[in-house]
């Protein structure tokens, strides 16, 4: 009896289980579906462009180097002698004009060689005009028996010998005197140039002598830029300036406190020799008054620089006719430009001839006129739909 009740129990289960699948089954089979209405519809994406202009332009190779004086000596002086007077001029850091006096060397024993000198001299003048008197005297004597005397002989008679001794003798002691004086001159050591001074090495009561180092001195007129620049670039390079070129080169002197600070250069050589460390090449850059002296020979310019100075240099390349200059973030990847061109974007293949640290020189694969894209978008793709985010269109100007 239990058997039977759990037999009908099962079946009763399984029954009603079945049943309500088969009602679930209904309701899901009968349930409306959802349609998606405008899902594929594509969307352009928003982007902002600059037109395309051909032009020539002149590329800028940057390089880097050092700021160092064109005239740098070391002052000595060419007589010995005691130190007896110090220009308050002379001083490390003080800017002197040429032919400003720094040292004078006790000139007591020059002046002593000078007088004696002098005396010489007037020895000799006074024995050569002696011998003139003589000569006129020799003439006479010679008009009387000229017709008995050998020609050889007449040069004896007419005391010629003794006029060029004296006339020898004059010479000599005029050099003598030349000297005197130039050595008492050398007593007083002046600057040979507009410069600076960097050292001073001798005070009052210093015993000189010649070859003694004075001081470091340098000119501040001109300042020269050594600077390297990779053999690639090098054919690039504008021709070196002439004397009456106009300075063509930007300096940028990024050291000077929180304000970058700009000069004007002339690019003079190109050095024929590589840098030993690098292996690049070098050029010679010249920089007319660095300090900023022409207002006032005694005031430095705050804006002045500074020999020793590690500076950015922008030299002039040739000029690349027929190109599009563009900026350099707008080279897109395996040298590609993005151009917006009916509503679609066109991935276009370009030549670059050149690029800079700030542009690419493109000579082919873009129009006149063409409107490339400056914004960054992720959907990259062959002729995806773009659109103006605003009707403003920017120019590339060429420089």
């Given at each position: 009896?239990?058997?039977?009740?759990?037999v009908?129990?099962?079946l009763?289960?399984?029954?009603?289980?079945?049943?309500s699948?088969?009602?679930?089954?209904?309701i899901f089979?009968?349930?409306?579906?959802?349609q998606?209405?405008?899902?594929?519809?594509?969307?352009?994406?928003?982007?902002?462009v600059?037109?395309?202009?051909?032009?020539?332009?002149?590329?800028?190779?940057?390089t880097?180097?050092?700021?160092k004086?064109?005239?740098?000596?070391?002052?000595?002086?060419?007589?010995?002698?005691?130190?007896?007077?110090?220009?308050?001029?002379?001083v490390?850091?003080?800017?002197v004009?040429?032919?400003?006096?720094?040292?004078?060397?006790?000139?007591?024993?020059?002046?002593?060689?000078l007088?004696?000198?002098?005396?010489?001299?007037?020895?000799?003048?006074?024995?050569?005009?002696?011998?003139q008197?003589?000569?006129?005297?020799?003439?006479?004597?010679f008009?009387?028996?000229?017709?008995?005397?050998?020609?050889?002989?007449?040069?004896?008679?007419?005391?010629?010998?003794?006029?060029?001794?004296?006339?020898?003798?004059?010479?000599?002691?005029?050099a003598?005197?030349?000297?005197?004086?130039?050595?008492?001159?050398?007593?007083?050591?002046?600057?040979?140039?507009?410069g600076?001074i960097?050292?001073?090495?001798?005070?009052?009561?210093?015993?000189?002598?010649p070859?003694?180092?004075?001081?470091?001195?340098?000119?501040?007129?001109?300042?020269?830029?050594?600077?390297?620049?990779?053999l690639?670039?090098?054919?690039?390079?504008?021709?070196?300036?002439?004397?009456?070129?106009?300075?063509?080169?930007?300096?940028?002197?990024?050291?000077?406190?929180?304000?970058?600070?700009?000069?004007?250069?002339?690019?003079?050589?190109v050095?024929?020799?590589?840098?030993?460390q690098?292996?690049?090449a070098?050029?010679?850059?010249?920089?007319?008054?660095?300090l900023g002296?022409?207002?006032?020979?005694?005031?430095?310019?705050?804006?002045a620089?500074?020999a020793?100075?590690?500076?950015?240099?922008?030299?002039?390349?040739?000029?690349?006719?027929?190109s599009?200059?563009?900026?350099?973030?707008?080279?897109?990847?395996?040298?590609?430009a993005?151009?917006?061109?009916d509503?679609?974007?066109?991935?276009r293949?370009?030549?670059?001839?050149?690029?800079?640290?700030?542009?690419?020189?493109?000579s082919?694969?873009?129009?006149d006129g063409?409107?490339?894209?400056?914004?960054?978008?992720?959907?990259?793709?062959?002729?995806?739909?773009?659109e103006?985010?605003?009707?403003?269109?920017?120019?590339m100007?060429?420089?």
């Amino acid at each position: 009896m239990l058997r039977k009740t759990a037999v009908k129990t099962i079946l009763t289960s399984a029954v009603m289980i079945i049943g309500s699948a088969m009602a679930i089954s209904i309701i899901f089979s009968t349930e409306p579906k959802a349609q998606k209405d405008g899902a594929t519809k594509k969307t352009p994406m928003l982007v902002e462009v600059i037109n395309a202009d051909w032009g020539n332009h002149v590329p800028v190779i940057r390089t880097y180097g050092v700021v160092k004086p064109s005239k740098t000596i070391q002052l000595k002086p060419r007589v010995g002698g005691e130190v007896v007077a110090v220009s308050p001029q002379f001083v490390p850091g003080n800017l002197v004009s040429q032919g400003q006096w720094l040292i004078k060397l006790d000139p007591t024993d020059f002046e002593i060689a000078l007088e004696r000198a002098r005396s010489e001299l007037t020895k000799a003048e006074s024995a050569y005009a002696i011998e003139q008197g003589e000569q006129i005297r020799a003439q006479k004597a010679f008009d009387l028996v000229s017709k008995t005397i050998a020609s050889d002989n007449k040069a004896l008679i007419l005391r010629q010998p003794q006029l060029k001794q004296a006339e020898a003798e004059v010479k000599t002691a005029q050099a003598v005197v030349r000297q005197a004086e130039i050595e008492l001159e050398r007593t007083v050591i002046a600057m040979p140039f507009s410069g600076q001074i960097l050292s001073r090495e001798a005070n009052l009561g210093s015993q000189l002598t010649p070859g003694n180092v004075l001081a470091d001195v340098i000119g501040t007129k001109t300042y020269w830029i050594e600077s390297n620049i990779p053999l690639s670039q090098l054919a690039w390079l504008a021709a070196p300036a002439s004397d009456d070129d106009q300075a063509n080169v930007v300096i940028k002197n990024t050291t000077a406190g929180n304000q970058e600070t700009e000069h004007l250069g002339r690019l003079i050589q190109v050095i024929t020799r590589l840098d030993e460390q690098s292996r690049m090449a070098r050029v010679l850059i010249e920089v007319n008054d660095p300090l900023g002296l022409t207002a006032n020979e005694q005031q430095i310019s705050s804006n002045a620089l500074i020999a020793g100075t590690y500076v950015e240099t922008d030299l002039p390349a040739k000029t690349i006719n027929n190109s599009v200059k563009l900026p350099i973030q707008l080279l897109r990847k395996r040298d590609t430009a993005w151009v917006m061109k009916d509503g679609k974007l066109d991935i276009r293949n370009v030549t670059v001839v050149y690029r800079d640290e700030n542009f690419a020189y493109i000579s082919g694969g873009l129009n006149d006129g063409d409107k490339i894209i400056t914004t960054d978008i992720s959907a990259v793709r062959q002729g995806a739909n773009v659109e103006l985010k605003s009707q403003s269109v920017i120019n590339m100007q060429a420089e």
